[in-house]
């Protein structure tokens, strides 16, 4: 058992670019989430799925965003048009259920918009 | 719908005094509730877990919680403080929706 591991750890990017940010579960894991968190605030959901399924969204998740997961294995969350206010942390979890089961954390990735 | 309100933004004791980090929750059905530590520069780990079992819950690292539904709390407590427990920490709750709904953490000093 690796963790939950993400990739990359940092990116900068220059506003209106389009940037794409990897995770990889751990491997008999089902459920899959993405949260997003700024300077002094907790993480805010933004979207998980059960295998390859994206059962549900958060209203923060703009037109903007898209997630994927094929084959109900590693995911991708890609930010089109970056704005600065996209700049925080983007975070992955893994659990093997729903509600009950605890969600095993990745290690971020920090991204900047200049 | 869910909600996690930390009632301290910053707390501070000296090594080896008792630690209190204050949680409250809000939720429709029966919830479950965590506590997770985030160090710097370091993913979140979970301390512990509420699933409607035990109403005290035992962690890692020596803390504990308490489950209690008529003050709707879940309050996170060390007997002990050690250097290394410095670091923020979030109270989550989890209902039929799946996703965790975070507080807004709780920094925690600790004085030599």
């Known amino acids: 058992d690796t963790g939950v591991s993400q990739d990359p750890r940092h990116k900068i990017t220059k506003r209106g670019q389009n940037v794409t940010f990897r995770c990889d579960p751990i491997?008999?894991?089902?459920?899959l989430y993405w949260y997003r968190q700024t300077l002094g605030q907790g993480p805010e959901f933004l979207t998980y799925f059960q295998n390859e399924a994206q059962l549900e969204k958060s209203r923060l998740l703009s037109d903007r965003f898209s997630a994927e997961r094929p084959k109900g294995s590693f995911s991708t969350l890609e930010i089109q048009r970056t704005e600065q206010g996209d700049s925080a942390m983007y975070l992955c979890?893994?659990?093997?259920?729903?509600?009950?089961?605890?969600?095993?954390f990745g290690p971020g990735t920090r991204l900047t918009v200049t | 719908a869910q909600s996690v309100t930390q009632l301290d933004s910053h707390v501070s004791v000296s090594e080896g005094t008792p630690v209190l980090l204050r949680c409250n929750y809000s939720?429709?059905?029966?919830?479950?509730l965590f506590w997770y530590v985030q160090h710097p520069n370091k993913g979140l780990q979970l301390l512990l877990k509420?699933?409607?079992?035990?109403?005290l819950v035992k962690g890692i690292n020596g803390f504990e919680a308490e489950f209690k539904k008529s003050e709707t709390s879940f309050h996170l407590t060390k007997p002990s403080a050690h250097m290394s427990d410095a670091a923020e920490y979030f109270c989550v709750v989890s209902e039929l929706r799946r996703q965790l709904t975070f507080g807004s953490g709780t920094q925690l000093t600790v004085l030599p």
């Open positions: 509420y699933t409607s079992a035990a109403t």
């Open positions: 979890a893994s659990s093997l259920g729903g509600q009950h089961y605890e969600q095993y």
């Open positions: 939720s429709s059905y029966s919830p479950s």
């Open positions: 491997s008999e894991h089902n459920r």
